[in-house]
């Protein structure tokens, strides 16, 4: 079965970075877009970027634009997101999604567990 | 950036009630629209795709409707399951944006 773990979250300062991963299994990595989506605590759901299935097309949330960059290792079935220049406003629980099908459709499918980020001084 | 209005923020109904959530996006979307089930401390899950599309293996008692402005979210007989928050999701244009969120508590 489809599976999406996130990893790398963690407390930072102000200004700071931080580089999430989520390593994928149980479908052809590949084939599919992948996204970021994050949720302040107690708020609702902004998606932040995505990555087409060859890397060839990224884009990016306007909060984040500039600061946070996403990118993928098929060999390796992960996403990343970069994260740099990090302010209080980004403390989120950020999830990775598998779009639904191969051609990128907006759709989150599956998503992983997510990873707290604390931005804090 | 289009503007996703969920309503009501939250509701409260009773195990076999039937209960609507509303969605609307300025500008229209044409049939874009997911929604999405989230349970506390929970990743959220897919519930509809292209407005009324049932993602596999949700039950058939979820459904969904709409195209352009309006859109609603029907669940046909509350489950005890089925008390979270939902939210609807634009996928017509960057930047993809949610509904606020519409919690379904129990009564």
């Known amino acids: 079965q489809v599976q999406l773990v996130e990893s790398g979250g963690g407390v930072v300062q102000p200004g700071g970075s931080l580089r999430l991963s989520c390593t994928a299994s149980?479908?052809?990595?590949?084939?599919?877009?992948m996204h970021w989506v994050r949720q302040a605590p107690g708020k609702g759901l902004e998606w932040v970027a995505f990555i087409r299935y060859d890397g060839n097309n990224k884009n990016y949330a306007d909060s984040v634009k500039g600061r946070f960059a996403i990118s993928r290792d098929n060999s390796n079935n992960t996403v990343f997101l970069q994260m740099n220049s990090l302010k209080t406003e980004d403390t989120a629980v950020y999830y990775c999604?598998?779009?639904?099908?191969?051609?990128?459709?907006?759709?989150?499918?599956?998503w992983g567990q997510g990873t707290l980020v604390t931005v804090s001084s | 950036d289009i503007q996703m209005t969920q309503s009501p923020s939250s509701v409260s109904a009773s195990v076999g009630d039937r209960v609507t959530i509303t969605c609307r996006a300025s500008p229209g979307i044409r049939s874009w629209l997911a929604w999405y089930q989230q349970k506390p401390g929970k990743a959220p899950e897919l519930l509809i795709y292209a407005a009324s599309t049932l993602q596999s293996g949700v039950p058939s008692r979820f459904s969904g409707s709409g195209s352009g402005t309006d859109f609603t979210l029907t669940i046909s007989s509350l489950q005890p399951e089925d008390f979270a928050t939902y939210f609807c999701q634009q996928a017509n244009s960057f930047p993809i944006t949610f509904g606020q969120g519409t919690r379904l508590e129990i009564k």
């Open positions: 149980g479908f052809t990595f590949s084939s599919y877009a």
């Open positions: 999604a598998k779009d639904l099908i191969g051609t990128v459709t907006w759709y989150f499918h599956h």
